[in-house]
Nanobody
Framework: QVQLVESGGGLVQAGGSLRLSCAASRSGFSTDTMGWYRQAPGKQRELVATIATGGTTNYADSVKGRFTISKDNAKNTIYLQMNSLKPDDTAVYYC?????????????????WGQGTQVTVSS
């Protein structure tokens, strides 16, 4: 079982910065990848950035050079530093974790999502 708690969303002017956090509580779960997705009104959920256990990162082209994903293994927390924000970045941002749940009778690959945090960028 994994629970994800996100924080750090809010309202910011274009050009500003925000930092999102996602704390994971887990039991019997081995993490492969954590990351952030976002969903704007009327649009599909899209990948923003991911970070693998070994530290490899992946970013959507639209955020490269502006967003940075990082993690604190001791705190089981990932962060998304968002700089030079644009109105197009307005969305609900969801934390995501993928891994293997060893608490089940058979180890099972699982994905978990946080509840989402709103980011609004005004022009």
């Amino acid at each position: 079982q994994v629970q994800l708690v996100e924080s750090g969303g809010g309202l910011v002017q274009a050009g500003g910065s925000l930092r999102l956090s996602c704390a994971a509580s887990r039991s019997g779960f081995s993490t492969d990848t954590m990351g952030w997705y976002r969903q704007a009104p009327g649009k599909q959920r899209e990948l923003v950035a991911t970070i693998a256990t070994g530290g490899t990162t992946n970013y959507a082209d639209s955020v490269k050079g502006r967003f940075t994903i990082s993690k604190d293994n001791a705190k089981n927390t990932i962060y998304l530093q968002m700089n030079s924000l644009k109105p197009d970045d307005t969305a609900v941002y969801y934390c995501y974790v993928r891994g293997t749940d060893y608490s089940r009778a058979v180890p099972t690959a699982m994905n978990y999502w946080g509840q989402g945090t709103q980011v609004t960028v005004s022009s």
